[in-house]
């Protein structure tokens, strides 16, 4: 599966930005999908996920400012951000959990 995700750039802190990730074949086929990102000098971490079934898990760190989204007939996984801070500047990955597979990520930049 290819993976390809777009929407990341320069916005200020409380601003607000919609990462999409496009795959090239059917999605929740097997398992579901999720965003990770990583900061400079940081480990990856999980940011989002959600199920085939639609149930959503989110970090701690973005609960109640990130929201994931889907639209199945577009395979297409979306992540709404909204109140961003300066600590989200990230580049941000989308993964395919059925193949164990990430997009080549799209960077993230908080700053004034």
């Known amino acids: 599966v290819q993976l390809q995700a777009s929407g990341g750039g320069l916005v200020q802190p409380g601003g607000s930005l919609r990462l999409s990730c496009s795959a090239s074949?059917?999605?929740?086929?097997?398992?579901?999908m999720g965003w990770d990102r990583q900061a400079p000098g940081k480990q990856r971490e999980l940011v989002a996920y959600?199920?085939?079934?639609?149930?959503?898990t989110y970090a701690d760190s973005v609960k109640g400012r990130f929201t994931i989204s889907r639209d199945t007939a577009k395979n297409t996984v979306y992540l709404q951000m909204n109140s961003l801070k300066p600590e989200d500047t990230a580049v941000y990955y989308c993964?395919?959990?059925?193949?164990?597979?990430w997009g080549q990520g799209t960077l993230v930049t908080v700053s004034s």
């Open positions: 959600m199920s085939i079934a639609g149930a959503t």
């Open positions: 993964k395919d959990y059925s193949f164990n597979a």
């Open positions: 074949r059917s999605i929740f086929s097997v398992s579901g």
